[in-house]
């Protein structure tokens, strides 16, 4: 699986647009992002996944760069409920169904 | 639909014993995992199954066995628990074919003494 990189931390006001952002420059091409979710200490969350496209559904859209060497979740209307660690994964091919989980980004939605 | 369901959600073990947490989902999904999460970081892959009578071992499978007899239950077996196992356990699946994400389950909070 090839590596991705996150900010450890955001703050977002809530109401506004969270963008967090996702490097994973060692992508290959048949390997899938995904971005899931974990509020407290609950089981992950998923959000969305593209290959190159970009993706939208009820939850969060997901923008994926032309060269796929990064991406960015948008939340477009964040709440407190919101607030959780995101992670970022590259996965698919012979790798399809092993998700490596890294540190994640920890969103705090702010009032 | 009850998705997937793990149990115990809480579990006390002394060091020695054996113990099995039970994942079973009803979504007839191919795929199958187990992870662990020790605080503070993210979850490693222990165990996953791409079918009934297929495993596969994966980052820290060291003390602990799968077995999938069947499409729906997925059990993870701890042989020998030791203190270093105390962590909170995710079953997940999803199905193959098409790029889904996965279910998880809610966790299984697991100490050793």
């Known amino acids: 699986d090839a590596k991705t990189t996150q900010p450890p931390s955001m703050d977002c006001a809530e109401g506004r647009a969270a963008n967090l952002p996702c490097n994973h420059s060692?992508?290959?091409?048949?390997?899938?992002v995904y971005w899931y979710r974990q509020i407290h200490s609950q089981g992950p969350q998923y959000i969305i996944h593209g290959l190159k496209n970009n993706e939208t559904n009820e939850m969060a859209s997901l923008i994926i760069t032309e060269d796929r060497k990064s991406s960015t979740l948008i939340l477009p209307h964040a709440t407190l409920r919101d607030t959780a660690v995101y992670y970022c994964?590259?996965?698919?091919?012979?790798?399809?169904?092993?998700?490596?989980f890294g540190q994640g980004t920890i969103l705090t939605v702010h009032p | 639909n009850a998705g997937v369901t793990q149990t115990p959600k809480f579990q006390v073990l002394k060091t020695g014993q054996s113990m099995t947490l039970q994942c079973a989902q009803d979504?007839?999904?191919?795929?199958m995992s187990w992870y662990r999460q020790d605080p503070g970081m993210g979850l490693r892959l222990i165990h996953y199954s791409v079918g009934a009578g297929i495993t596969d071992q994966g980052e820290v499978p060291n003390g602990y066995n799968v077995s999938r007899s069947t499409t729906e239950d997925f059990p993870l077996r701890l042989l020998s628990a030791a203190p270093s196992q105390t962590s909170v356990y995710f079953c997940?699946?999803?199905?193959?074919?098409?790029?889904?994400?996965?279910?998880f389950g809610s966790g299984t909070r697991l100490t050793v003494v």
């Open positions: 994964i590259a996965a698919g091919g012979t790798s399809y169904g092993k998700l490596t």
């Open positions: 997940a699946s999803t199905p193959v074919g098409l790029h889904y994400g996965y279910t």
């Open positions: 979504m007839n999904h191919e795929y």
């Open positions: 060692t992508i290959s091409g048949n390997e899938y």
